[in-house]
DNA sequence: ACCTTACTACGATGGGTATCGTACGAAGCG
DNA sequence: CGCTTCGTACGATACCCATCGTAGTAAGGT
């Protein structure tokens, strides 16, 4: 879907930093799940979940390389769990916390709250 | 144990036809979801959750290979979503669902509600 | 203009896993 | 005792995916 080589003429700058996301109809709940197996995404979600609000990719101080950082919040977006947009040289992601909710309610909330049970029972880390 | 050749001999019969479950303690949040997140897999669960009984593994008609039916129902009792005994020559399985809701309360019931939502929403299939 | 910060794209790599076919083992039935 | 049904084990294959490093683009500050 993005497979695009983009043509090096014009350009118009502003087009290019848009991002791709799934529409509310194209969002599976075996994608959501995937999404939110691996550990180092089911921490960005919790993350972004007690903020409530937007952070930047840079916030987040995970052990592992930008560019597998990249990697997983494109799992995150492409995958309808996080919303993302530029905000100068940032990116901001914040959690799809309506569309999931109207979706799948009760979903998010419950994966949160036992991943905060599972957190307790093995002793935060 | 087994890669021997086959020595005729005494082989108690009972001891080896005992299945490897995983402790309440030993149950991962991230191992559930991924258990969840293939659509071969959470196809079962749902209809194990339905019946609210154990089933034979034969009684699922899955567009997939025996032994590729063997491999998701061994996935499903790793992770800690089902439990599996033996039954004669039959194999039955059957949701955890006390562990699972004592573990992660709420979770297993709205990723149920979630799937029938959504394949509500697909048209079922 | 330059430099810094922030993030991406690409290619490579290693491990995971979904799939299959074949061959075999265990229970039950005739 | 055969035969059937049910499921397993094993090896192979092909694909997915988490990870990295390197090189590069975009926006903002000085």
Known sequence: MNAMKWSPAVTAATSTREL?????????LEGVLHALSDPLRLRIVRELAVVDDELSCSHFELPVSKSTTTHHFRVLRESGVIEQNYRGTAKMSGLRREDLDRLFPGLLDSVLGAATAQAARLGDN
């Open 20 to 28: 791709a996301h799934p529409s509310c109809a194209e969002i599976r």
